[in-house]
């Protein structure tokens, strides 16, 4: 079993749809959990950082993380074809450990 | 200002050659990272270099994988007689403090080297 797994898509919605993105860990040592988005052929950058339970919004987006089911989720709110693009759950608790990422297209 | 730059973009070789993979950090940072990613993957761990710390090597597959950083900047990634299944795009990242540290823990990733063994 993965530390951490993440359901690789690819997921495609219509411009303007909330998306849900998830992945459930089994190490409960993680403690920092991260969402990077990476476009095609460029590297991951970093969207959003949370430290502990609950949620955090930054704009359309909102990470929540729930260490009692050991699951994170990210919400992107009024998608844009903008958004397209590869997402990648990471998760340190001494060691960085990515998931596998979810291919995500918006359709305009 | 400039970003973490990678050199070559792509890189195609012969089963059995060796690759050098180079990674120019952002200045400043004292926090380098390799990853590998292979398709359909996430990123997986290679090496991390902490300033003039002894590099956590414990994500290297094999002994054919060698990693150096000069001076603590650039860093050369080198994969003795590489076999197919090195095929992968080599991702550097740095940080100006290692992820967990601090606040200021963010990694900037390159845009990669895309590596093909044939």
């Keep these: 079993q993965k530390e951490v797994e993440q359901d690789p898509g690819p997921l495609s919605v219509p411009e303007g749809a909330i998306v849900s993105l998830n992945c459930t860990y089994s190490n409960s040592a993680f403690q920092y959990f991260m969402w990077y988005r990476q476009y095609s052929r460029k590297g991951p950058e970093l969207l959003m950082y949370t430290y502990s339970s609950g949620n955090k919004e930054d704009g359309r987006f909102t990470a929540q993380v729930d260490k009692s089911s050991k699951y994170i989720s990210l919400f992107i709110r009024d998608s844009q074809p903008s958004d397209s693009a590869t997402y990648l759950c990471a998760m340190y608790g001494g060691k960085l450990i990515f998931g596998q990422g979810t291919e995500l297209s918006v359709k305009p | ?118």
């Design chain 2, 1 to 118: 200002g400039a970003g973490v730059s990678q050199s070559p973009s792509n890189k195609v070789t012969e089963k059995g050659k060796d690759v050098e993979l180079r990674c120019d950090p952002i200045s400043g940072h004292t926090a380098l990272y390799w990853y590998r990613q292979s398709l359909g993957q996430g990123l997986e761990f290679l090496i991390y270099f902490q300033g003039n710390s002894a590099p956590d090597k414990s994500g290297l597959p094999s002994d054919r994988f060698s990693a150096e950083r000069t001076g603590g900047s650039v860093s050369t990634l080198t994969i003795q007689r590489t076999q197919q299944e090195d095929s992968a795009v080599y991702l550097c990242a740095s940080s100006l403090y290692h992820v967990g540290t601090s606040s200021d823990d963010t990694q900037y990733f390159g845009p990669g080297t895309r590596l093909t063994v044939l």
